[in-house]
């Protein structure tokens, strides 16, 4: 398949309404959308990413009447967050309408459901006419891309276009709020941190704090795996340093130039920016092993920590 490369939302646009499949820019990562009503068009996304077919997608609106055709019923609860984090790296899942496709929600009876605040993103799902279901557009298992030359890497030949944006500005993805059950919670941390949802809705809960919750089914698969395996450190002092190991941190090694390669980071929101592109570029440079310095886990630290957690699983 000839893959593509275009800057026009409004061509990319016309690939979703043919029933084909884009890559597109948002504020968290690169999305690999399909028009949400077409379970063909969407099969075609299982397919380019080698995704598991029981990991629900996330349906990406324009505005906020398309949430109409997607949830069942919006509680108050859903529509104060919506009214404050939409647009933005919110996902809520909300109890399914009847008429969205099962292969977007994977069977179950919720749905997730995001508004982009990437202006490119904007202008391609308007120009869509339909709520978009994109996950990430990488391989699954491999980290998610914060460029399109990356998603180029990653789905050359196996999708039909790409549409170019800058650099992701979150680059972590989005944060997934259940809000189909009376306590919201968080089954994904991400670009909106508990403490700003708490601000709204105080009796909001990371879901690994609750018994027995349900899990969302995506957090049980292998991700964010980069060829090198990933080490975590409390210090940069704890990394070993040598030409095929790469340091990424809050902190600055004091023999950086050992490392074959280093990143420093001037705050968490710089780290989660940096993450999984430094993961591809250690990548391509044949690197064996990145450490990564652990961060504390509050606002933007704990989708951070998550991620380095999955990454340094084997
Ligand atoms: P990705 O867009 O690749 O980051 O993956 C989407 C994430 O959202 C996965 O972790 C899914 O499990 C999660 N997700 C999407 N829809 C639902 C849903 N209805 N219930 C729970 N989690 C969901
Ligand atoms: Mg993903």
């Known amino acids: 398949m000839n893959t593509v490369l275009t800057s026009s939302p409004e061509k990319a646009a016309a690939f979703i309404r043919a029933g084909d499949v884009v890559a597109f820019p948002t504020e968290t990562v690169y999305g690999l959308g399909a028009d949400s009503f077409n379970p063909d068009a969407v099969e075609k996304i299982f397919e380019a990413k080698g ?8 349906v990406h609106v324009a505005n906020l009447g398309q949430i109409e055709g997607l949830a069942a019923d919006v509680t108050d609860t859903a529509w104060r967050l919506i009214d404050r984090f939409f647009p933005g790296p919110l996902t809520i899942i909300l109890r399914r ?9 994977a069977g179950l009876d919720t749905v997730g459901i995001r508004m982009p605040s990437h202006p490119v993103a904007q202008e391609f799902l308007t120009a869509c006419d339909t709520p978009v279901a994109a996950p990430s557009a990488n391989l699954s298992g491999r980290p998610s891309p914060t460029s399109w030359q990356t998603v180029h890497a990653n789905l050359n030949g196996r999708i039909s276009c790409i549409l170019k944006g800058g650099r992701t500005d979150v680059g972590i993805e989005s944060t997934v709020l259940d809000c189909s059950r ?4 968080v089954l994904r941390a991400g670009g909106v941190t508990l403490e700003d949802l708490q601000e709204i809705v105080p ?8 018994p027995d919750r349900p ?3 995506g957090q049980v698969h292998r991700h964010y795996v980069p060829n090198a395996s ?3 450190v409390s210090h940069p002092s704890e990394a070993q340093p040598s030409a095929s190991a790469a340091f990424i941190g809050l902190d600055a090694p004091s023999n950086g130039a050992a490392f074959g390669l280093t990143r420093m980071c001037e705050s968490k929101e710089a780290y989660a920016h940096e993450l999984f592109d430094f993961f591809y570029e250690c990548d391509r440079l044949d690197m064996e092993t990145i450490y990564c310095q652990k961060v504390d886990e509050k606002g933007l630290g704990r989708g951070l920590m998550d991620r380095l957690l999955r ?4």
């Open 311 to 314: 990454a340094a699983q084997r």
């Open 215 to 217: 899990l969302s089914p």
């Open 97 to 105: 309408h009847p008429d969205v496709p099962s292969i977007v929600t």
């Open 203 to 210: 009796r909001t809960r990371m879901a690994d704090e609750i």
């Open 51 to 58: 995704r598991p077919q029981d990991n629900p997608l996330i």
């Open 230 to 232: 990933v080490q975590l």
């Open 182 to 185: 009376r306590t919201p919670m």
